[in-house]
């Protein structure tokens, strides 16, 4: 029943998110959408970006859907589906909260995803720890700037408006080239042993 | 409980509780309007029911669980100290008489700091009137300090009473009225989107 009640508020303030600024947001709102108490709300979370952190990790959390129980690109394109899903609220976020939280946020989702494709990429081979991070910053950035510029509204007119389209154009582009990175940290660090 | 009942409820202690704040509110009048020997004399035992209704109402606010949870969360408290005051009154009046006016300066300025309270907890809820109840329970919370100042003031503690009482009448009626939100509890299980 708890977390019935806590999916009904998380509910209620993405529908409400997805209407208004998050700043114009408040409790009376959310328990006035919801039916519930303002004691029952309070049970539950502290305030409202307290529902928003919770919103985003439950409806942004990482998802395996490869099937084969690794987590690999799919990982990346279930969270760029999500980002298109909850593209208003995000967009919220990003003007009421300011695009540190939110790009702080996708970051860390990000930098979970990259890493774990990269030490998949990478089994078996020697690579360097400082290089293992090197080439996770690296795609990370570049994925996070996609992403936000994307949110921003950014994007060039020549392309797709749809996030998923693009990033798959993007993985045509340059796929294998993690793998690349990989190879070349390992031969180099090889050569000066 | 069934939704239509819940409402029933709710809207039930609303009314009872605006009741309430008009009867302090015409006790207030009263004072104010009747020469002091009669209003003591006969009203006692009005006063002691009064306050033990107003008492009473207090505390089935308490337990109506209205959706805002703002205007009844202190009248458990209250309800309490307003039942018995008002037994002292019906039963033991000539061991209160000489303390009724402190005893409505106290009512008065914890119905005052009851409203404070909820103005505070309003505006982080959201309400847009908070600072009229903040404004609104700091005169209530002065005029019960000046019904206790005055108390001993032979000629003018009837008239601070009643002002004390008018005003806090008043207050509590507005307060009510704005904060008390007459909606049922919605079962959250119904028409959930559940992801």
Redesign the interface.
């Known amino acids: 029943m708890s977390q019935i009640t806590r999916n009904a508020i998380i509910n209620s303030t993405l529908k409400l998110a997805e209407c208004k600024p998050i700043n114009k947001i408040t409790v009376r709102d959310i328990v006035d959408d919801c039916g519930i108490t303002r004691n029952t709300f309070y049970y539950h979370f502290c305030d409202i970006y307290d529902v928003l952190e919770c919103a985003l990790k439950t409806r942004l959390s990482l998802s395996d859907t490869s099937g084969s129980g690794q987590i690999g690109d799919d990982a990346f394109f279930s969270l760029a589906q999500r980002v298109v899903e909850h593209k208003k609220l995000l967009v919220n976020l990003y003007r009421s909260l300011g695009h540190e939280k939110t790009e702080a946020y996708l970051s860390r989702r990000l930098h979970e995803i990259v890493l774990a494709y990269i030490r998949q990429e990478a089994a078996g081979l020697p690579l360097e720890d400082s290089d293992l991070n090197i080439i996770a910053i690296f795609y990370e950035e570049a994925l996070l700037g996609i992403l936000t510029k994307w949110l921003r509204g950014g994007m060039p007119a020549e392309l797709s408006e749809d996030l998923v389209d693009v990033l798959s154009r993007i993985r045509t582009i340059f796929g294998g080239q993690i793998r690349t990175a990989i190879e070349k940290s390992v031969a180099d660090r090889s050569s000066t042993v | 409980m069934e939704k239509k009942t819940h409402i029933a409820i709710v809207r039930s202690a609303k009314i009872t509780h605006l009741f309430a704040s008009a009867v302090i509110f015409l006790y207030g009048i009263l004072l104010i309007a009747m020469p002091p020997e009669i209003t003591f004399v006969r009203m006692r035992l009005l006063m002691g029911i009064g306050a033990a209704v107003i008492g009473i109402t207090g505390v089935y606010g308490y337990f109506s669980?209205?959706?805002?949870?703002?205007a009844f969360q202190s009248d458990l408290a209250l309800g309490t100290f307003n039942i018995i005051l008002g037994g002292l009154l019906i039963f033991s009046p000539e061991k209160i008489q000489d303390l009724l006016p402190y005893a409505a300066g106290f009512f008065v300025i914890l119905c005052g700091g009851n409203c404070l309270q909820i103005a505070v907890e309003g505006k982080?809820?959201?309400?847009h009137q908070w600072i009229w109840i903040l404004i609104s329970a700091l005169v209530e919370v002065g005029i019960g300090i000046a019904a206790i100042l005055f108390a001993t003031d032979g000629n003018h503690t009837q008239l601070w009473m009643g002002i004390a009482l008018g005003i806090a009448g008043a207050v509590n009626f507005w307060t009510t009225m704005y904060t008390v939100?007459v909606?049922?509890?919605?079962d959250?299980?119904e028409n959930?989107?559940?992801?």
């Open positions: 669980n209205d959706v805002y949870r703002l982080y809820f959201g309400m939100r909606r049922s509890r919605a959250v299980t959930l989107n559940m992801q």
